[in-house]
């Protein structure tokens, strides 16, 4: 004989628990996502655009502000492309402290002016908190293309354009 089966009828739900359970996991979840966020590099451009020297070398420093809620540890700061060389970053490793901001110099080689490229080219920032690294993107304000130095005003471009065209007018380079 098989075993007795007891069934009993469950009492009828008003859906208050399942409710209850629902608006908690949102709860839980909305607070790991600000937990996560509060550790997040908040690195953002800060006051003036960066000032760009096409002399030789080029170079261009810019200020950046840590606009998050933890230390933040840039290690790295720049990128070579086609034609343009990244030399070296100056004030880098630095800790920035929340709501400080640190200044930067990027120095380049051009080492081939029709290659510089000329698309939008932000400056990648290689930088770490408790939770990890992480590479943000700070865009550059555009500067003033002069291959004829005597003019006193040109096209803006791209900040890298900018300072490769001063740098291959100053040097005679082409």
């Not at 720049?78 to 004030?91: D, H, I, K, M, Y």
């Amino acid at each position: 004989m098989p075993d007795d089966e007891v069934t009993a009828a469950a009492p009828p739900s008003s859906g208050r628990a399942r409710t209850t359970v629902l608006l908690v996991a949102v709860l839980v979840l909305a607070a790991a996502w600000g937990v996560w966020r509060l550790g997040a590099p908040g690195l953002v451009p800060h006051g003036a655009p960066g000032d760009g020297y096409g002399w030789d070398p080029p170079r261009i420093t810019f200020t950046m502000r840590n606009a998050g809620f933890t230390d933040v540890l840039v290690t790295e700061v720049g990128r070579s492309g086609t034609g343009f060389e990244l030399v070296r970053a100056e004030g880098v490793p630095v800790l920035v402290p929340a709501g400080e901001s640190a200044r930067i110099t990027l120095v380049y080689r051009v080492t081939d002016c029709d290659r510089v490229p000329v698309e939008p080219w932000p400056v990648p920032v290689v930088a770490g908190t408790w939770r990890g690294e992480s590479t943000v993107y700070l865009a550059q304000a555009r500067q003033q293309r002069r291959d004829d130095l005597p003019e006193p005003q040109g096209p803006d471009v791209e900040w890298q354009e900018g300072l490769a065209a001063k740098n291959c007018a100053l040097t005679g380079r082409s």
